[in-house]
């Protein structure tokens, strides 16, 4: 299974970026999509996550109200829409799935696949 990023970029305070992740190799109903980001010197951090099938989202204290995780299963993409962006942030944004599986491993950022990252700068 492979994951691949694209969306990153620089943006300005209070501009918006759409990340998205394909994935390939494998798809099954029941997933968990997962965004992280890991900022310089900082903890990977959870963003947001999608359960499959039933839709189920959760995101972060921290970008809550500010970004949407959806997918979209016709074409095996998940995607992390963040709105008024803030220079707190910058990082890099990795993409994460298990197949298969539910989210009770999203806390603990166990995921069988991982995206290569891809960054997101906000000035």
């Known amino acids: 299974v492979q994951l691949v990023e694209s969306g990153g970029g620089s943006v300005q305070a209070g501009g918006s970026l759409r990340l998205s992740c394909t994935h390939f190799?494998?798809?099954?109903?029941?997933?968990?999509m997962g965004w992280f980001r890991q900022a310089p010197g900082k903890a990977r951090e959870g963003i947001a996550r999608?359960?499959?099938?039933?839709?189920?989202?959760y995101s972060a204290d921290s970008v809550k109200g500010r970004v949407t995780i959806s997918e979209d299963n016709t074409n095996d993409t998940f995607h992390l829409q963040m709105n008024s962006l803030k220079p707190d942030d910058t990082g890099m944004y990795y993409c994460?799935?298990?197949?298969?599986?539910?989210?009770?491993?999203?806390?603990?950022?166990?995921?069988?696949?991982w995206g290569q990252g891809t960054q997101v700068t906000v000035s």
């Open positions: 994460a799935a298990d197949f298969a599986e539910d989210c009770t491993n999203y806390a603990r950022m166990i995921f069988g696949f």
């Open positions: 999608i359960q499959g099938p039933n839709g189920d989202t």
């Open positions: 190799g494998y798809s099954s109903s029941r997933h968990c």
